[in-house]
């Protein structure tokens, strides 16, 4: 019931403590919780409660959160998963009385005439504070269609965050209940690994919030998860250039007419877009810090025939372009280092996985792009 569920909700904290740091296949070290058998009562708990409340109102996000219960932890992801799990039931917690009401909703009359509340627009952007380079180019935009402070809330940036003093969620709160808001989603990893953000989705998805979908470079559709509609028509910054043109000018529209600002004649406003995917371009290059190690192997890709192998076998783990191989001993130390700055390269989208094997892994046009810059300000390496 209400209580129990509550409860379950308030040991997030506690059932967390229970992960632990365990050796891959790969010698890399993963984060584990799925075989606790703390973690394990607590989701057999979670899941006879969650059920019961899907079986009386078939809600889709109680649905999607048990699609994370029963299919999210494998061991590898645990981490990932218990931090989409955080998210839901957090935003499921804001808004327990939507699936345990206890009373009717009322009608305020005067002189049997329905007083209708209107409610000021308002823009909330819901990011990742790691991301607040992006998100500061977006706020610029938005200024520049005539965006006031009253308008925005932005945590991250000052002058459109929390005012001091004020609890961080009991503000949150107040911004959906007193502000008709147009959520822009501001979409990354990064996202997708804060617990905030994902109940600040799960808030708007309870809510029935109107909202836009911007997703960063580097992210792409089909990493659109959780509470978001992904067939809904979305921004994806680094795509085409004319979608993204085009979508940022339908995007300016929907602003100018909620708020019933003046229209930014053509010219200035293709002026401003292109100043901001300027921006959002040279944003991409500075946030993609990468190690090293990192760098060396993708410019030895990219100046050979773009190919990475990685290879298993009874003497060990081989990375290899061409006929350089960068491990030269077994040491778990460098093993590991180099596994890294693979993996720092497909996180990053520089290259991607070619065949179903995991072995070998192509130089895409974005880590192209990306070791071009390196070499035009002297810092790519051979």
Not at 92 to 100: D, L, P, Q, S
Not at 204 to 227: C, H, M, N, S
């Amino acid at each position: 019931m209400k209580f129990d569920l509550l409860c379950l909700i308030d040991q997030i904290d506690e059932v967390k403590g229970h992960f632990h740091v365990v050796d891959s296949v790969y010698c890399t070290k993963i984060k584990k919780i799925q075989d606790r058998p703390q973690f394990s009562k607590w989701k057999q708990a979670l899941l006879f409660e969650l059920n019961e409340v899907y079986d009386r109102t078939k809600d889709n996000y109680i649905g999607n959160t048990l699609s994370i219960l029963n299919t999210g932890f494998k061991g590898s992801k645990d981490e990932q998963s218990f931090n989409e799990l955080t998210g839901s039931l957090l935003a499921i917690k804001n808004n327990i009385n939507k699936y345990y009401p206890t009373e009717s909703k009322s009608t305020v009359n005067d002189n049997d005439k329905t007083k209708e509340v209107i409610k000021s627009p308002k823009i909330f952007i819901s990011h990742s504070s790691l991301d607040k380079d992006y998100v500061s180019d977006i706020v610029e935009l938005l200024e520049d269609l005539g965006i006031r402070g009253n308008q925005l809330f932005c945590s991250s940036i000052p002058g459109y965050g929390i005012p001091l003093d004020e609890d961080i969620y009991d503000y949150l709160k107040q911004q959906f209940q007193e502000y008709d808001l147009h959520i822009i989603f501001v979409l990354s990893d990064n996202y997708y690994k804060s617990p905030a953000c994902l109940n600040e989705m799960g808030a708007t998805w309870v809510l029935q919030k109107r909202y836009t979908t911007i997703l960063l470079p580097g992210f792409d559709f089909k990493e659109v998860k959780g509470a978001i509609d992904p067939t809904k028509i979305a921004i994806k910054l680094d795509g085409d250039s004319l979608d993204v043109k085009e979508k940022l000018g339908q995007l300016k529209d929907s602003i100018v007419q909620e708020f019933s600002l003046t229209s930014i004649s053509d010219i200035r406003w293709e002026k401003k877009r292109d100043e901001f995917i300027s921006k959002i371009n040279n944003n991409e290059c500075i946030n993609h810090n990468i190690s090293d190690e990192a760098i060396e192997l993708l410019s030895t890709a990219c100046a050979n025939n773009d190919i990475i192998l990685k290879t298993l076998d009874l003497s060990g783990v081989h990375i290899q372009v061409n006929d350089r191989s960068f491990i030269t001993s077994q040491k778990i130390e460098e093993v590991t280092r180099w596994e890294n700055a693979l993996n720092e390269l497909l996180i990053a989208h520089f290259v991607e996985a070619r065949g179903n094997k995991g072995e070998i892994f192509g130089v895409i046009k974005k880590g192209v792009d990306f070791y071009k810059q390196l070499e035009s300000k002297g810092n790519g390496k051979n």
